[in-house]
């Protein structure tokens, strides 16, 4: 069965950088996932999306993280990264890995069926 692992995270000041690694294994159909993206949840609100590349490779970005974090996968989507540069408090939550078979929208949570048990940023003043 498909599996999602990711790690990388840890507690850094603001300013500092990370980054989050997602080892995706299981799949068996030539091209699958076509969407793979990282989401993150802090206590108390839902969870979001961060970025996600979608059926034609192209990547997106919440407008909180642009400029800041940049998603990447290898050829074989069989890791996929998040860089995180420039972090800030606000970017403290758990993060996940997800992907989907097909989504329309790589950064809505509801387009994904395969999910990572995730990985804490914290990030301090």
């Known amino acids: 069965h498909v599996q999602l692992v990711e790690s990388g995270g840890g507690s850094v000041q603001a300013g500092g950088s990370l980054r989050l690694s997602c080892a995706v294994s299981g799949y068996t159909n030539i091209g699958w996932p076509y969407c793979m993206g990282w989401f993150r949840q802090a206590p108390g609100k839902a969870r979001e999306g961060v970025a996600g590349?979608?059926?034609?490779?192209?990547?997106a970005a919440a407008d909180s993280v642009k400029g800041r974090f940049t998603i990447s996968r290898d050829s074989a989507k069989t890791t996929l990264f998040l860089e995180m540069n420039s972090l800030k408090p606000d970017d403290t939550a758990m993060y996940y890995c997800a992907t989907g078979v097909y989504c329309a929208n790589v950064l809505s949570p509801s387009e994904y069926d395969t999910w990572g048990q995730g990985t804490q940023v914290t990030v301090s003043s």
């Open positions: 590349i979608g059926t034609n490779g192209v990547a």
